[in-house]
């Protein structure tokens, strides 16, 4: 099965994210989102925006993968296709890194095929300093400790 980057929309993204996603929820905002499609179902999205560390979004040239998210039965090497198209889309816009964050929980396996680098690791954040803007809602994941990935050139 081959698949192909297709533009999509944040409410849909965000049901996509709401419905499949195995521990974050939807996100509030995004500079752009891309699907990845059979050409008869969509099996993936990445959301782009805003790097949620605001030292980071400083210089205007940084955007975060907020959420990659792949359904069951995804065909194999969907989430590496995400990151790489999403990498792809956000050099053509200007941008110069595109960074993500991972538990370290997680492998990176779809980073690293994606041809990403490991870059840091964060400690869990604490709560207290994660709730200090009005309507932040806390998330059991941003507790846990992190990997920090980067596309750059």
């Not at 995804?74 to 990498?87: E, K, Q, V």
């Not at 041809?115 to 941003?142: F, H, M, T």
Request: charged share 20%.
């Amino acid at each position: 099965m081959t698949l192909r980057a297709c533009p999509t929309e944040l409410k849909e993204a965000n049901e996509f994210i709401a419905n499949f996603h195995r521990h974050n929820k939807p996100v509030t905002g995004h500079r752009f989102s891309i699907g990845a499609t059979d050409g008869a179902e969509l099996w993936g999205v990445c959301v782009v925006g805003r790097p949620v560390s605001r030292i980071v979004q400083a210089e205007g040239y940084t955007a975060e993968v907020l959420r990659c998210c792949v359904r069951d039965g995804a065909p194999r090497g969907c989430c590496s296709f995400l990151y790489a198209a999403a990498w792809r889309a956000w050099k053509a816009m200007g941008g110069e890194r595109l960074i993500t964050y991972t538990l370290q929980s997680e492998g990176g396996a779809s980073l690293r095929g994606a041809g990403w680098r490991l870059v840091a690791e964060r400690p869990a954040n604490d709560p207290k300093q994660w709730q200090s803007r009005a309507g932040r809602a806390w998330q059991p994941v941003v507790g846990q400790a992190k990997f920090l990935w980067q596309a750059a050139p």
